[in-house]
């Protein structure tokens, strides 16, 4: 229901233009007089002087609302556009509550750092210096010559490269020799088939969620966690990787804590990205336009409110198409690291500067 009342008010947005309106208007008001001249014949004159009068202020009105219209067709068309959204965005959280047990919603950098700062939690730490595992921070040309040194593994950005560390070796190329597992901890809004993955060993040696996200270094604002995919080598296969230590990460200005990191991550391409969900696309709200993602697309991502009352816009998994991924189940850790009574106690005691 969600969806079918917010398409058609979508499609009347759309449809809605000054001129059509003003057509409209004209025909409404032409049907409204063509009655008062009917019955203007059969009144009285007392009374036909009065139907003049009217249809004379139809006329003056009518030109009146046409010129109007000009001026206040877009901000109708932005409202309907907004009402749409939610509404749509409505019935994605309905089926992703349904279908993803314990998950609240996702958390934005902003809400994340309120709840940090007001508790921290036990897998942050406090930078009062250099941190633990400093990133790789390797420049264009060296990230090129390593590519070309191994032109079957993994293409690299410099965004993928300052996810390592420069400690214990940094990062490297690597092979996973099948038989073997990679798992990969998600939530509703992050492809089963990412980059990111971990050795069966790294992930059998994770007791919880706290040490997964201080060991990978895993911001809140990019994983809620909660489920687990596992990705399979078969026995013959040689997987080309880049493994090494994750990099330390800061969180968002305006805290002084940071996420260690230090576990060894594991990156490579599944050969099939997950279908995502193709929401009604996003909508700037003072001029209506169409936001665009990062490629330049209308941005389809689903807009929640978080837990601390800020704007966290998400992609949602539909499903994972890649073959050789199992799962997502469930990892037993829960799918959020505050409660919502947990994060309305640290809002009201410990209010954030932020």
Known sequence: MYKFVGKNIREVADKLSPAMLSHLLKQKCDDLK???????AIVPSTTRERIDDFINLIDAKRHAMSSAIQEFV??????????????????????????????????????????????PPKWVKKQSGPMTHPPLNMDDHAVKSLMKEHPKHPALQKWIVDTFSKHKGGMRAGEIKGPAKLYRVVDPSNEGAGIFWMTEAEYKAIKNRDEWRSRFAVKPEWNQNGWVVEYEVKAGENLPVWRGPAASQELKEGTDYYLEGGGEQIVFFPGSRDEMVQAM??????????????????????????????????KLRVRITEPNIKGPVETGWGATDFTLQEAQRILLTAPSAL
């Open 34 to 40: 063509a009655l008062l001249h009917k019955i203007r």
């Open 74 to 119: 877009q901000p109708v068309r932005t409202v309907l556009k907004v009402m749409a959204k939610r509404l749509d965005d409505q019935a994605w959280h309905v089926q992703t509550y349904q279908t993803n047990r314990g998950w609240i919603a996702p958390i934005s950098e902003v809400g994340s750092a309120k709840l940090i700062n007001g508790s």
């Open 281 to 314: 696309p996003r909508v700037d709200r003072k001029t209506g336009q169409t936001l665009k993602d990062r490629d330049g697309n209308a941005d389809r991502r689903v807009e929640y409110t978080d837990m601390t009352g800020e704007t966290a816009p998400v």
